[in-house]
Nanobody
């Protein structure tokens, strides 16, 4: 069993910041890419940012220069620092991790999602 537990969502005003965290635990052999997607009502799920074990990152154009993704490999934890938040950032943010389990199976695992709401 593998679990991803997210925290840090909430309600903020435009221009403020939030930091999301996601920790993977369970029968983990190794964690490869980790990242964040988001889904707003009536819209498709979109990649926000992801990061490799080596620290290479990629971002959606809409968040470049405002969001920073980071990870602590020893803790199997990924963070998303969100600055200068805009109302259009409002969505459910979902953490994912590409994991190889102790049993040798690999696949993408997802967190339950955390709501981020930005008021204007």
């Amino acid at each position: 069993q593998v679990q991803l537990v997210e925290s840090g969502g909430g309600l903020v005003q435009a221009g403020e910041s939030l930091r999301l965290s996601c920790a993977a635990s369970g029968s983990i052999f190794s964690v490869n890419n980790m990242g964040w997607y988001r889904q707003a009502p009536g819209k498709q799920r979109e990649l926000v940012a992801d990061i490799t074990t080596g620290g290479s990152t990629r971002y959606a154009d809409s968040v470049k220069g405002r969001f920073i993704i980071s990870r602590v490999n020893a803790k199997n934890t990924v963070y998303l620092q969100m600055n200068s938040l805009k109302p259009e950032d409002t969505a459910v943010y979902l953490c994912y991790a590409r994991i190889i389990t102790v049993a040798g199976r690999w696949g993408d695992h997802w967190g339950q999602g955390t709501q981020v709401t930005v008021s204007s």
